[in-house]
């Protein structure tokens, strides 16, 4: 088999093992938020301009270069329409790699707090009156694990949010230290307004229940957990061990874009708190994910990005997945048209 004849039509570890023996494991690109020169070069590449909306005529979803903490930009995407479900997953305010770019930067706790009280005051004004609000959260154990704490006590003025869970998501691959406990964790808070329905059974994880015991009486009947139960598999409950953070080695994963949620955290919880052509809102969108979500759940999503760069991400991540059925670019290029001389994957 030559590299040239190389298609991931038919992707599996086979293929993965030649083509790392190839060096073809690496991203085609490097981190976005590390260069500006990279951003520069794609952004004439980018079909919307700040303030612009694109409009999906296949299943309504929209996607917009937009402000999250701009009420106005946020209500011309939302033409008065009520969103069901929110998922964001905002900048963590960390410098990675002590690189400090435009897209990559830590402002000042004070500031950081003031920047997400606007874009969570403008989520609550979306919101249906029975609604799920999930937003995930970082933590910088140099700086007393900021924002995480402060934002917690933010959210505590906004009374109509009830807090429901704090879900944390354990990576199975991490940040390696020999001083330091590895730091396999993401979190994720949970809030709600009103009082939405939960579907339990989109808790329901594929890992087989093999404990047996916790004896309880039901009906003058001793029984145990197994017999009890209405599911073989386990629940995730609040610790999600059984979701792979994404990387190059996986199809969803697209390069250029750092720390991007795993597609099945974000489907557990669309799929948990909404139904079919419900609405869905992510303020920052970034690869795109919570728009793949939505599409393969058949949920409509609105999202967006102050970024041109990562709105067209999303928007080719769409059109490559209706196309292909591909979830993301592995280690190829979301955009083609800086490789010279190179095949023009979709």
């Not at 293929?15 to 976005?32: D, M, V, Y």
């Not at 052509?277 to 793949?292: E, N, P, R």
Request: with cysteine; aromatic share 12%.
């Amino acid at each position: 088999m030559k590299k040239e004849q190389i298609t991931l039509d038919l992707f599996d570890d086979s293929l993965a093992s030649f083509l790392e023996k190839n060096g073809k494991t690496k991203e085609s690109i490097q981190r976005l938020d590390f260069s500006e020169k990279l951003m520069e070069k794609i952004l004439p590449l980018c079909r919307l301009k700040a303030g612009e909306i694109w409009q999906d005529k296949v299943a309504g979803h929209r996607v917009g270069v937009l402000d999250a903490t701009d009420p106005g930009g946020v209500a011309k995407i939302m033409e008065g329409e009520k969103a069901d479900l929110a998922v964001h997953d905002p900048p963590y305010n960390v410098i990675v790699g002590n690189v400090n770019t435009r897209n990559l930067f830590k402002m000042g706790l004070e500031d950081y707090i003031s920047f997400s009280r606007k874009w969570v005051q403008n989520t609550v004004g979306v919101l249906d009156r029975n609604a799920h609000f999930y937003v995930w959260m970082g933590t910088d154990y140099k700086d007393n694990f900021q924002p995480l704490p402060d934002f917690i006590i933010l959210m505590r003025d906004f009374e109509v949010l009830r807090p429901r869970n704090f879900i944390t998501l354990r990576n199975q691959r991490g940040f390696g230290t020999q001083k330091n406990w590895m730091w396999v964790r993401q979190e994720l808070l949970y809030y709600v307004k009103g009082d939405p329905f939960f579907n339990v059974q989109a808790e329901y994880t594929d890992i087989p229940k093999i404990l047996r015991g916790y004896y309880k009486e039901i009906n003058g009947q001793m029984t145990e957990n197994m017999e009890r139960s209405k599911s073989q598999f386990i629940r995730a409950g609040n610790v999600w061990v059984d979701i792979q953070q994404v990387f190059y080695r996986m199809e969803e994963n697209v390069p250029g874009c750092y720390a991007q949620k795993p597609l099945k955290a974000i489907e557990r919880i669309i799929e948990s708190g909404t139904k079919e052509k419900d609405l869905v809102v992510d303020f920052f969108a970034h690869a795109g994910t919570s728009l793949i979500a939505g599409e393969r759940l058949k949920r409509k999503v609105y999202t967006f990005d102050v970024d041109p760069v990562f709105a067209e991400i999303t928007i080719r991540r769409l059109e490559r997945f209706r196309k292909t059925g591909r979830t993301g670019w592995q280690w190829q290029n979301p955009f083609p048209e800086l490789d010279r001389g190179a095949r023009r994957w979709i």
